[in-house]
């Protein structure tokens, strides 16, 4: 009966050990970075009349895979170049991330673009990609009219469709 108690505790034990440890946040913490554009030309993507938004509210959030709940968000805000960066201390390999947009500082380009206000990361070094630093979409807010021009500009890019 002792070898049989013995033999589970040295099966059992170290289980209930690992379990008990704390989560450590990751050593080389990830670095989301993504790029928040005004759509001058209102079509959905960008285009070289475009221009990059200084001061635009990003949030990445990560939410349960089965409920869909949030379990974590940063903030971040753009910079100049219309670039964010925002530092994300933990691995999210079960969770579903993303970058979002918070708000527009333009009060010409607010509404965000249908489909471009938002962008999956993967935040996890469970996956094979050696780098901290995770690319994200560039998001977009649409300007309340299209600048004059742009029937031109788009016309040029139905050129080089055909």
Known sequence: MSRVLILLALCFLPAIVNAARPVHPVKNPFVV?????????????ETSATTYIHGAQVRVECKDR???????????????????????????????????????PQTDCTAKTPGR???RVILTNNNGIISNIRNANAMGFMKDSALSGCT?????YQEYDE
């Open 152 to 156: 031109q500009l788009l016309k040029q």
């Open 117 to 119: 206000d938002r962008s």
């Open 33 to 45: 970075v993504g790029k928040v554009f005004c759509d001058t030309c209102r079509c959905g993507f």
């Open 66 to 104: 089965n409920t869909l709940n949030v379990v974590y968000h940063a903030d971040g805000v753009t910079d100049a170049t219309g670039t964010y960066r925002i530092t994300v201390a933990d691995d999210h390999e079960e969770e579903l991330c993303e970058s979002t947009l918070v708000s527009s």
